[in-house]
């Protein structure tokens, strides 16, 4: 198991931005880099939704309530990927997570994103 580290949210005005972190410090390059990765938002008591993924080869997917806003982004050789988040809305509201799409490790603890005025 290679566990994942999310950081970057906070609280942030409607319409605003952040850049959310997704590290795997103690993964090998060779084992990172293969993986394809997703971002994943939870509200209390309601599943995991994904948000955005992207393959090893840098194709990226999004949830289309998403679309136009966020764009997800890696880079291989510092075993991180990001979450650029604009425009942000209310409903954005969540705690964040990224995983190895195919194969979920150990979640780690997310990082909370709040939008509100």
């Known amino acids: 198991q290679v566990r994942l580290v999310e950081s970057g949210g906070g609280l942030v005005q409607p319409g605003g931005s952040l850049r959310l972190s997704c590290a795997a410090p103690r993964a090998i390059f060779s084992v990172f880099a293969p993986w394809d990765i997703a971002w994943y938002r939870q509200l209390p008591g309601k599943e995991r939704e994904v948000v955005a993924t992207?393959?090893?080869?840098?194709?990226?997917n999004y949830t289309d309530s998403v679309k136009g806003r966020f764009a997800i982004s890696r880079n291989n050789s510092r075993k991180t990927v990001w979450l650029q988040m604009n425009n942000l809305k209310p409903e954005d509201t969540a705690t964040y997570y990224c995983?190895?799409?195919?194969?979920?490790?150990?979640w780690g603890r997310g990082t909370q994103v709040t939008v509100s005025s």
């Open positions: 992207i393959t090893s080869s840098g194709r990226t």
């Open positions: 995983n190895n799409l195919a194969t979920p490790q150990d």
